[in-house]
């Protein structure tokens, strides 16, 4: 299936404008989850093989998860569920709707395997997600909510905002990221500050329950920046971290990488490895890692893993290399852990650090 969809697929939809693209994959992955045959057609084609791992005291079939901003409305959680993946994570969505940036706004590089976007948070907003939600069965594996902020809230207010949201999605959805790491709202990288981002955990938490809260940072911040980021969330009960988000630098100055907006894909890979490995020297391995940014393979998810990432996610993966990519990079860390005498994936973790 991984070569169907290299030769047809997507071709067919290089040829589209990228979010177009985007928004007829997902109404595809609906369709064709609509039905029970469906639904098993997929997992025959599809579904990896277990490999339990337990993180954020939830238990997770498989370590790899689709990233935020694939579905951003969570309109095919039964349809990520269906093909393989540990978990997932829907949004961002901020307090109030908003429309995003001018299109277009998501562009694809295929010479360098990555995507360029500058969406600026497109999305329903809180109070119509908490109502979607309400209505939509929830998958059966773990369901996490990224939440950012809205453009007409100031900095100032920027904790009201983030809390109102998990106020009202949080019945619906299993733990909550923090986003203050996007590039395209405009100075939202600032409340990665200790005093802001401490201001807007405290009111999270005033709202998330027993329910974790994770932070999601930026690849272009300084080490030192990082560390001072993990301190301040660990000292305020922050159950772990996701590294990384999307990047402003660029690898050329090609027309695709001249665009304004976060790079994600291959070009992000070595950078947020070195911010894995970063945080868990930092925590000496005590402190959950989703790893993101140029996986591709089961090589880069084993690499994020045994420099200290607990669980992984795709998202750029998923538009060069179609489905089949779930079950290539689970299937393959099976292996890569039996191949080492691991039975669990737990005992990979940071041996990088370790060796």
Request: overall charge positive; glycine content about 10%.
């Amino acid at each position: 299936m991984g070569l169907g969809y290299s030769l047809i697929a997507r071709p067919i939809l290089a040829l589209m404008d990228s979010e177009k693209a985007h928004s007829r994959a997902l109404l595809g992955l609906r369709f064709v989850t609509f039905t029970f045959l469906g639904r098993m057609m997929l997992r025959v084609l599809y579904r990896p093989r277990k490999v339990e791992t337990e993180c954020l005291g939830m238990n997770f079939s498989n370590p790899l998860g689709l990233a935020a901003g694939m579905d951003k409305k969570a309109e095919a959680m039964r349809g990520w569920e269906t093909l393989g993946f540990g978990f997932i994570e829907v949004g961002g969505i901020t307090e109030h709707e908003q429309s995003g940036n001018p299109k277009p706004r998501m562009f694809r590089s295929s010479n360098h395997n990555a995507l360029v976007n500058r969406m600026g948070f497109n999305n329903p907003g809180s109070e119509k997600m908490a109502s979607h939600l309400a209505k939509s069965s929830k998958p059966n594996i773990p369901l996490f909510l990224n939440v950012g902020k809205s453009k007409i809230t100031t900095l100032e207010d920027a904790h009201l905002d983030y809390a109102t949201t998990v106020s009202r999605c949080e019945p619906y959805v299993d733990g909550f990221v923090i986003n203050v790491s996007s590039p395209n709202t405009p100075n939202l990288r600032e409340l990665q500050k200790d005093e802001d981002l401490a201001r807007i955990i405290v009111e999270v938490q005033k709202y998330s329950g027993e329910k974790p809260v994770l932070i999601k940072i930026a690849p272009d911040l300084e080490d030192m920046q990082i560390r001072s980021i993990v301190d301040t969330a660990r000292s305020l009960g922050c159950a772990g971290i996701i590294a990384t988000n999307t990047t402003i630098e660029r690898p050329d100055d090609s027309k695709t990488m001249d665009e304004t907006g976060g790079l994600s894909g291959k070009p992000l890979s070595s950078r947020s490895t070195q911010v894995i490995r970063l945080i868990a020297d930092h925590t000496d391995g005590d402190w959950p890692i989703i790893g993101v940014g140029g996986i591709s393979s089961a090589e880069d998810a084993w690499e994020k893993i045994i420099n200290g990432a607990s669980l992984l996610q795709i998202y750029s993966a998923m538009v060069f290399q179609g489905a089949s990519v779930i079950k290539k990079i689970v299937n393959g860390l099976d292996k890569k852990m039996k191949a080492q005498g691991f039975t669990s994936l737990e005992q990979a973790i940071g041996i990088a650090r370790r060796g």
